[in-house]
């Protein structure tokens, strides 16, 4: 599976929209781009995934470049509850479901 | 009621005890896996298990054991507990199909 590189921190006013890059040169064709958020040492929780299209859903939207080698995940109100650490995963559907977690990027929403 | 518990939610132990970390769902879903956290780190895999005749490890196994006792329970446990061995533990159920994984509130092991 590709590895991915993050910014490790991000701060994000509330009520503005939080973009969160993350950077997966390596990846191939059949490997999917998912999200999850951990709120301070609670269990991961999922947000979205993709393949090469744009996705959106009631969390968050997920941009993927063209070419696929980097994305953005978009909280577009974000409040102080999207306090977390959101971590980038490239994952192939295909293989064993097995999730490789980074260490993410810790998102400070402030007032 | 939470779909995915995980019991004791604490533990303090010490070097050389056997232990248990229990999980358990009512999601109806065939995967089940077990991650260690330290703190600062991302999850690693311990094992999975993808029915109740699978049990596979991953990449961290070494001086785990697991048990799929059915398809809702999947427990890991510690022979010999030793100090690095302390970290967050968590549980998580999948379907397999979007490889969402869903995970429990964790179990905090100390391991004097």
């Known amino acids: 599976d590709a590895k991915t590189t993050q910014p490790p921190s991000m701060d994000c006013a509330e009520g503005r929209a939080a973009n969160l890059p993350c950077n997966h040169s390596?990846?191939?064709?059949?490997?999917?781009v998912y999200w999850y958020r951990q709120i301070h040492s609670q269990g991961p929780q999922y947000i979205i995934h993709?393949?090469?299209n744009n996705e959106t859903n009631e969390m968050a939207s997920l941009i993927i470049t063209e070419d696929r080698k980097s994305s953005t995940l978009i909280l577009p109100h974000a409040t102080l509850r999207d306090t977390a650490v959101y971590y980038c995963?490239?994952?192939?559907?295909?293989?064993?479901?097995?999730?490789?977690f980074g260490t993410g990027t810790r998102l400070q929403v402030t007032l | 009621d939470a779909d995915v518990t995980q019991t004791p939610r604490n533990r303090i132990t010490k070097t050389g005890k056997r232990i248990m970390l229990e999980c358990s769902q009512t999601?109806?879903?065939?995967?089940m896996y077990w991650y260690r956290q330290d703190p600062g780190l991302g999850l690693r895999l311990i094992y999975y298990?993808?029915?109740?005749?699978?049990?596979n490890k991953g990449e961290i196994s070494d001086g785990y054991s697991v048990s799929r006792q059915a398809q809702a329970k999947f427990s890991l446990s510690l022979e010999s507990a030793i100090p690095n061995q302390t970290a967050l533990y968590f549980c998580?159920?999948?379907?397999?199909?979007?490889?969402?994984?869903?995970f429990g509130p964790g179990t905090r092991l100390t391991v004097l």
């Open positions: 995963i490239v994952l192939n559907t295909g293989t064993a479901s097995k999730l490789t």
């Open positions: 390596t990846i191939s064709g059949n490997e999917y």
């Open positions: 993709g393949l090469k």
């Open positions: 999601k109806g879903h065939d995967r």
């Open positions: 298990s993808f029915d109740v005749k699978d049990i």
């Open positions: 998580a159920t999948g379907t397999g199909v979007g490889n969402e994984q869903f």
